[in-house]
């Protein structure tokens, strides 16, 4: 996945924000079609209820809407879109440690299509000299309400995959997968450093594996470069 994400601070507590936007080459060695399109298109506002620097303490809410904008070939441009509400939290410590905490749903408009989700991620990072800090993050994702299992993404084994999915996609695609609860929660865990490349810019990479059973999700594991420019 090739992707931009865009936040626009208006002022100090309010934001419009480009949340997901890509493009997606799918090489799977066996069984689907290998092909390749574009991410649905996701934005909407944050806003920092909680913004005390002094203290290193902020917390902001956030409501994203996802449009079904994408390619089906690349399990995207399904269903009627769904609605993201989360809350953020990050609090810096005076010896450099950083704590941030992100929790939220995934609540599609047709909750009979696509699967209900609750997600959270906790992110701790250390800084080892003025440029470089190793980064730790804990992911979950559950199934509050599996999809129906209709036939959809029908370039991919004639739509059958959300009948007989186990699982659900996680936090890039919604199968709407019908026996979605039989693995409710995905967990995963990520390695990585940031390094700071000038005062506007880093440089990210992390690598994610599943702590949950390997088969029970889509992911074997997975690598992320990104780049973060602030201006």
């Known amino acids: 996945l090739y992707a931009l994400q865009l936040e626009l601070a208006l002022n100090e507590r309010f934001s419009l924000v480009a949340s997901k936007d890509g493009y997606i080459e799918f090489q799977p060695d066996a069984t689907f079609s290998q ?65 941030s905490n992100a929790a939220g749903f995934k609540l599609p408009v047709d909750d009979d299509a696509e699967s209900t989700m609750f997600y959270t991620s906790h992110h701790v990072s250390f800084p080892l000299n003025d440029w470089l800090s190793p980064v730790v993050e804990l992911n979950w994702f559950h199934v509050i309400d599996p999809g129906d299992g209709g ?13 007989v999915a186990q699982f659900e996609g996680g936090d890039l ?46 992911m074997e594991d997975r690598f992320t470069v990104d780049l973060e420019i602030r201006f």
């Not at 036939?151 to 009948?163: D, E, L, Y």
């Open 173 to 218: 695609i919604n199968l709407g997968a019908l026996n979605a609860d039989d693995n409710e929660d995905l967990v995963t865990l990520g390695l990585g450093l940031r390094a700071a490349v000038s005062c506007s810019t880093d440089l990210g990479f992390a690598w994610e594996f599943p702590l949950t059973e390997e088969e029970a999700n889509l």
């Open 151 to 163: 036939a959809r993404f029908r370039n991919q084994v004639g739509g059958a995959v959300p009948g």
């Open 35 to 99: 092909t390749s399109g574009w991410a649905n298109l996701a934005a909407g506002a944050k806003y920092a209820w909680l913004y005390k620097p002094e203290c290193g303490v902020a917390s902001s809410l956030q409501l994203i809407y996802e449009i079904p904008s994408g390619d089906r070939d690349v399990w995207q441009g399904e269903g009627d879109g769904q609605f993201i509400p989360s809350l953020f939290f990050l609090k810096k410590f005076c010896n450099g440690l950083q704590y």
